[in-house]
């Protein structure tokens, strides 16, 4: 069954490095979103993406963030310069094209900020 | 921007108990979706209810949808230690972006 990977399951970095998180949604979807998860808190929206451009954004999503896709099968989230509160389990989510379908969700990558 | 409202936070049951689980909300959702993570890993999608009054049944999961499409329910039957895990509900605001609840971390002991 198809499913959407990420890469790579845990990221340790320091404080105001940059670190671009990759994900591979399924092949024949359309539309790409990027969540986030602070430890013991909610799953929050942070983008949704299509036909190569941004479709939406959360108010968490700012200058500092950063989406691609850069070739038919990837999808990248870039922080440029990452905060202590930055870290979070971070999903990618893929999903076929109408309202109705199913969002299919990554294992997600643990990021840690120092 | 809706709230989604989940109640209980946190469950601890025997094997072989019922539970529900409820998903609230200020304003009409447009669809409602119930998944279930576990640590470490993506919500996977468990059931969307999109009608007002609709029931699905998954096994030994019943999900209702309220008839006013503001709040919803998740039923257990003899819940296993299988079951053990996080329930999110979300809520689809047709632009695609899903808004979650805070979820109900369920234990099952044996």
């Known amino acids: 069954e198809p499913e959407v990977t990420q890469t790579p399951s845990h990221q340790v970095t320091q404080m105001g490095q940059e670190v671009i998180l990759r994900c591979v949604p399924i092949?024949?979807?359309?539309?790409f979103y990027w969540y986030r998860q602070i430890l013991g808190q909610k799953v929050e929206f942070l983008v949704s993406?299509?036909?190569?451009?941004?479709?939406?954004k959360s108010e968490i999503f700012d200058d500092q963030f950063s989406v691609e896709r850069p070739d038919g099968s990837n999808f990248t989230l870039k922080i440029r310069s990452t905060k202590l509160e930055d870290s979070a389990m971070y999903f990618c989510?893929?999903?076929?094209?109408?309202?109705?379908?199913?969002?299919?969700f990554g294992p997600g990558t643990r990021l840690t900020v120092l | 921007t809706q709230l989604l409202e989940q109640s209980p936070q946190f469950l601890s049951i025997q094997e072989g108990e019922n539970l529900t689980v409820y998903c609230n909300s200020s304003s009409v959702f447009s669809s409602l979706q119930w998944y279930r993570q576990e640590p470490g890993e993506g919500p996977v999608l468990l059931v969307t209810v999109v009608t007002g009054g609709e029931v699905k049944k998954l096994k030994r999961l019943t999900f209702q949808f309220g008839d006013a499409r503001k709040d919803s329910s998740l039923h257990i039957t003899a819940a296993q230690p299988g079951d053990t895990g996080l329930y999110l509900c979300a809520s689809d605001n047709q632009g695609g972006k899903l808004i979650f609840g805070q979820g109900t971390e369920l234990s099952v002991k044996p």
């Open positions: 993406f299509y036909n190569n451009e941004i479709s939406e």
């Open positions: 989510a893929s999903r076929a094209g109408g309202y109705t379908d199913t969002q299919y």
């Open positions: 092949s024949n979807h359309l539309y």
